[in-house]
């Protein structure tokens, strides 16, 4: 795990640093595909099923109002005050690391840029509360009371995972909840923990492609996402570059 999760990360890192105005969503899903095979990695995300659907992308890129699962397209050039949530799974040696953050292409609105700083803090407020003998509605309740003081929704409908041999293993973790409720943490455990942060509310819904996440009032959205180890005392984050490109 902390071999996958080094090469997720430094994807992610690497594919970060090419969020720019004039490149496509197509070209930045291409760019990840051969930074994973650099690797030797493959994505974990690539014709993932559920039911008779495969996701047909190696990344996820999600533009503005798209939560989760963008799908990279031609169509789709960034421009300036966009933001761009990028979220990469990998798989190495049949194990799986999963991380994501938001990429702010300036300039943005005041309201926008703290919606990206709020939802990295609640990825970490949560983080925190990730301990051995802790439960699951510890996280998710220091996750949303985060985000709902500071005016914003968390969606309801996503939630993080445990991660391990598959890219979503039970525990399931939301981003709401009550505290000292749900599955007990324990060392050794490996847990996705993923704030997804609107704007406005918290409702969603699937786009035409019928995987792509977008908000119901259409506006922005925001995703960050660790994976993190539980050890004898607190959580260690594992998908952490040894170089950061952005």
């Not at 014709?47 to 799908?71: M, Q």
């Not at 960034?78 to 799986?96: H, K, M, Q, Y």
């Not at 041999?165 to 847990?191: A, C, V, W, Y």
Request: glycine share 8%.
């Amino acid at each position: 795990m902390r071999e996958v999760c080094e090469i997720a990360a430094s994807v992610l890192a690497d594919l970060c640093s090419e969020v720019k105005p004039g490149v496509t969503t197509y070209d930045l899903d291409q760019m990840g595909k051969r930074l994973i095979e650099e690797r030797g990695a493959v994505s974990a995300c690539y014709n993932y099923k559920i039911g008779s659907k495969r996701y047909p992308a190696y990344t996820c890129i999600s533009v503005n109002e798209e939560v989760v699962h963008g799908i990279g397209s031609l169509k789709k050039v960034l421009r300036a005050g966009d933001i761009v949530s990028v979220d990469v799974s990998v798989e190495f040696n049949g194990f799986i690391g999963d991380n994501a953050k938001t990429v702010v292409i300036e300039p943005v609105a005041d309201e926008i840029r703290r919606l990206v700083k709020v939802t990295e803090e609640a990825l970490y407020k949560g983080i925190e509360k990730a301990r051995p003998n802790a439960r699951v509605g510890d996280i998710s309740h220091a996750i949303q009371v985060y985000v709902e003081g500071k005016g914003f929704s968390v969606v309801r409908d996503f939630v993080g995972h445990g991660v391990g041999r598959s890219i979503h293993e039970e525990p399931q973790i939301p981003n709401f909840g009550r505290p000292d409720t749900g599955p007990k943490l324990r060392r050794g455990m490996t847990l996705a923990i993923e704030p997804m942060v609107n704007l406005g509310s918290s409702d969603v819904e699937y786009a035409e492609d019928e995987w792509t996440v977008i908000t119901v009032d259409r506006k922005p959205s925001a995703h960050f996402e660790h994976t993190v180890l539980i050890t004898d005392e607190f959580a260690e984050i594992l998908t952490i570059p040894k170089k950061i490109a952005c």
